[in-house]
């Protein structure tokens, strides 16, 4: 008889739970958040970072955090600390820019060290920063570790949500709880009168949700700050804690918290 691949899952000893942050498409904010949330879950506990992004790894450069090298420690590797997050990436090995070509076997190998090699210690949240779409690294990790949340990042627009639909429909189908969608790049403030510009058209995300009764977690607004921040490695939850990107990533964080 066939083994059922959900057998293999493994808690990861001290880690509390488990949060994946995921999108269908590419580029609509996955790290951006990730990097944020796991800032403003400080609030809440100890806090890792895993970017299991293995093909585009972004979060060492988000997480100011480039050129350092995580330490081994006989058989374990330990995280870099980095604004009180613990964080590891495969971008820590290899050099930036440097193209991973890897096939599954050795993603899944890759997978398995993230998790039982990495020195994560005792953890309340465990955020995963995912490649976008729904391939192999999304597969391996629902069935390698139990994971409490996803999160699912689109952009308002139908393109981006068509895609977004793909990622809900891969977690349901995998039993894994959608904690609810995450509307990043929602509107802009106009700066000269405070006015609200829509940088992308509202598509149907709205609907779609409430006929799925999914949540909206956050409409967080396309501010330069927060890209700039990206580039500079100091995500806008550190440099600006009070303002109205780092509250939605605050209330994010609490909404997270204050779920079963
Ligand atoms: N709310 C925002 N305001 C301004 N810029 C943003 C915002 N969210 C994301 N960005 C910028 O958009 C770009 C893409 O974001 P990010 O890298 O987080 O997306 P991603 O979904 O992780 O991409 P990939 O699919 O390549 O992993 C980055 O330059 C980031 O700084
Ligand atoms: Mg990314």
Redesign the pocket.
């Known amino acids: 008889m066939a083994t059922n691949p959900f057998d293999q899952q493994q808690a990861i000893p001290g880690v509390k739970k488990i949060i994946a942050v995921a ?1 269908g ?10 990097t944020n949330l796991a800032l403003a879950l400080r609030e809440f506990g100890n806090v890792g970072l895993l970017d299991a ?1 293995i093909y ?1 790894p ?1 979060l060492p450069r ?1 997480m100011g955090a480039l050129n350092q090298k995580p330490t081994a420690d006989g058989a374990k590797i330990t995280p870099i600390n980095r604004y009180g997050v613990k964080v590891m990436s495969i971008g820590f090995l290899v050099e930036e820019g440097s193209a991973i070509v890897w096939r599954g076997p050795m993603l899944f190998k890759a997978m398995d060290q993230f998790f039982r090699d990495v020195q994560w210690g005792e953890l309340d949240y465990l955020v995963i ?1 995912l ?2 779409g729904t391939g192999d690294v999304q597969l391996s990790l629902v069935q390698k570790v139990p994971v409490n949340y996803a999160i699912v ?1 689109t952009t308002p627009q139908n393109i981006s949500l068509i895609d977004a639909k793909k990622a809900i429909d891969m977690f349901e189908r995998t039993g894994v709880k959608i904690a609810g969608v995450v509307e ?2 929602s509107y802009m403030l106009n700066p000269a009168n405070g006015e609200k510009i829509q940088l992308y058209p509202k598509g149907e995300l709205d609907s779609y949700l409430d006929a799925k009764k999914l949540t909206k977690l956050a409409e ?5 700050s ?2 700039l921040g ?2 500079a490695g100091v995500p806008i939850v550190e440099s600006n804690s009070e303002g109205v ?1 780092s509250l939605c990533f605050k209330k994010l964080a609490l909404n997270l918290n204050q779920m079963k």
Request: charged share 20%.
């Open positions: 999108s498409k590419g580029g609509v904010g996955k790290s951006t958040v990730a992004d585009g972004s988000m920063d490649p976008p990042v990043n790049m967080i607004p396309f501010n330069t927060v890209s990206s580039e990107e």
